[in-house]
T-cell receptor, first 115, second 112 residues
């Protein structure tokens, strides 16, 4: 079935440590790929997106993501995590089927940052 | 601030009731999307409107309906409410087909 998978429900890292959040998709062709962040009680903010081209994408707040076609993955990374990065992170795709730009979301990864 | 506004922020109502959630898209955006976020289902697409016309439908119940008005604001109507309809309802807007959607702060609906 076509889907977006975030294997890690909850990740805990120490402040200053590096971070990688995993995302895999299952579609016949490469979809448009996104990472969103949701802080407690807040809406969703777009961190970065990938449509085509350079497979390493830079986003806001020091985040980057790498698209790997061979692994159907779009993992989010940050070299040094700050306490304010504690939030829930959602990988999302626009499926490559045309007709609508609806987003299909993964289940999310909750990030806890220890001081 | 994404530029997308949603009202009300919170809504508490009883089973069987009907409510209307309102969304104003970013200035100039023609597309409006509605999503539901619940603990068991996660974030799910409900419906999309583009310039007043329904463009796509997702897992939207028959008890739910939406419309987009000439000024491009949108309303999501939820009727015959059930406990399971308690969720956070997000509106998003986009201005082109490249799918970059900007989300509002959401309306938290509690059905008692």
């Amino acid at each position: 079935a076509q889907s977006v998978t975030q294997p890690d429900i909850h990740i805990t890292v120490s402040e200053g440590a590096s971070l990688e959040l995993r995302c895999n998709y299952s579609y016949g062709a490469t979809p448009y790929l996104f990472w969103y962040v949701q802080s407690p009680g807040q809406g969703l903010q777009l961190l970065l997106k990938y449509f085509s081209g350079d497979t390493l994408v830079q986003g806001i707040k020091g985040f980057e993501a790498e698209f790997k076609r061979s692994q159907s993955s779009f993992n989010l990374r940050k070299p040094s995590v700050h306490w304010s990065d504690a939030a829930e992170y959602f990988c999302a795709v626009v499926p490559p089927q045309g007709g609508s730009e609806k987003l299909v979301f993964g289940k999310g990864t909750k990030l806890t940052v220890n001081p | 601030d994404s530029g997308v506004t949603q009202t009300p922020k919170h809504l508490i109502t009883a089973t069987g009731q009907r409510v209307t959630l309102r969304c104003s898209p970013r200035s100039g955006d023609l597309s409006v999307y509605w999503y539901q976020q619940s603990l068991d289902q996660g974030l799910q697409f409900l419906i999309q409107y583009y310039n007043g016309e329904e463009r796509a439908k997702g897992n939207i119940l028959e008890r739910f309906s939406a419309q987009q008005f000439p000024d491009l604001h949108s309303e999501l109507n939820l009727s015959s409410l059930e406990l399971g309809d308690s969720a956070l309802y997000f509106c998003a807007s986009s201005g082109n087909s490249a799918s970059e959607q900007f989300f509002g702060p959401g309306t938290r609906l509690t059905v008692l």
